[in-house]
């Protein structure tokens, strides 16, 4: 009422009023708002991306959707002058590597994460957590070399007739030692694969509440037992999900484990064996596949691989994001 009978005596009086100056306020919401809309539209774009390529890949897979339909799951064959194309050793490939490097790779990353998180003197573990992400930064493809120059002929002369000698009698130790195979992509994925699993699972442990082992050491256990009851039964998800993280990378490795694994798409017992995974497939074959329906079986094997990879990873995720929210609920 009193702002507007001056606004009239002022125009009565024939002066004009300076227009209203926006508060410091107006300027922070508006500042507010529009970093807010463009934090949406980055969360969208990403998300938009992930959609794209997978519509994209399904339109690039068709042809073979179309020609084969789940036969394409279940099929061993792979013959691409006669166009019949079957998914099933690039599947077996990919999971037995992957299986096989998570079989070295858990016991260690898991044995590193709980060393560095609850045991290491407080001088070694900025150091040694160093050294493990630096391992996880070296590009694959050193890897790769490495496993060709010096893991294959370790394996070929020394590690594969012992364990032929020893273990022959099991299907997984027979046939001859080529070093090259999927005993050797297992390898180099379980190194790839354990600073991920050990810097995940120190970052779960180390979220774990003082409180817990307060209570165990309290109630008279040991050292060993405050880890094992207290903490690891705490961090239980966490780690699984770590675990999850480190399968997620090996499922989608490519450079290094086609380096080593042999590439013959076949579905062989033995270790020992060459074999071939889906992301090596897609990478020795893609630029070599002569008609539509050869390239549209490589694009479909590639969303099948987009497909298990990003179930994996969410999975993992959400293992995760359990353990954050129960520390926090705990805190609060």
């Not at 022959?168 to 354990?194: E, N, T």
Request: hydrophobic residues 60%; without cysteine.
């Amino acid at each position: 009422m009193a702002s507007s009978a001056v606004h009239g005596v002022g125009t009565a009086a024939g002066l004009s009023l300076p227009p209203a100056v926006p508060t410091r306020a107006a300027h922070r919401n508006l500042g507010d708002r529009l970093f807010r809309l463009l934090l949406r539209a980055a969360g969208a774009t990403v998300l938009l991306l992930v959609v794209g390529l997978a519509v994209e890949m399904i339109v690039g897979a068709m042809p073979a959707l179309r020609a084969f339909g789940w036969r394409f799951l279940v099929t061993s064959v792979w013959d691409p002058v006669a166009e019949h194309f079957g998914a099933v050793p690039f599947v077996y490939g990919t999971l037995l590597s992957s299986l096989l490097a998570l079989l070295i790779a858990v016991p260690l990353g898991v044995g590193a994460a709980i060393y560095l998180a609850e045991l290491a003197p407080g001088w070694v573990r900025p150091p040694v957590a160093f050294l493990v992400e630096l391992v996880a930064a070296v590009p694959s493809v050193v890897y790769g070399l490495w496993g060709i120059f010096v893991l294959a002929p370790l394996l070929r002369t020394w590690v594969q007739p012992a364990l032929g000698k020893t273990l022959g009698f099991l299907p997984l130790f027979q046939g001859p030692p080529y070093g090259v195979g999927m005993l050797a992509a297992g390898i180099v994925l379980a190194i790839m694969v354990v600073p991920f699993i050990t810097a995940v699972s120190r970052e779960v442990l180390l979220a774990v509440p003082n409180s817990q082992r307060e209570a165990a050491l309290a109630l008279g256990a040991t050292r060993w037992e405050t880890t094992r009851l207290a903490v690891l039964r705490y961090g239980r998800s966490g780690i699984i999900g770590a675990i999850l993280l480190g399968l997620g990378r090996a499922l989608g490795e490519t450079m290094a484990v086609t380096m080593v694994i042999g590439n013959r798409p076949e579905v062989a017992l033995s270790l020992f064996a060459p074999g071939y995974t889906m992301a090596s497939v897609i990478a020795n074959e893609f630029t070599e596949a002569t008609s539509d329906l050869y390239l549209s079986a490589l694009i479909e094997i590639g969303l099948l691989l987009l497909v298990v990879t990003v179930a994996v990873n969410a999975l993992a995720r959400l293992l995760v994001w359990s353990v954050g929210g129960a520390v926090k609920a705990v805190r609060e």
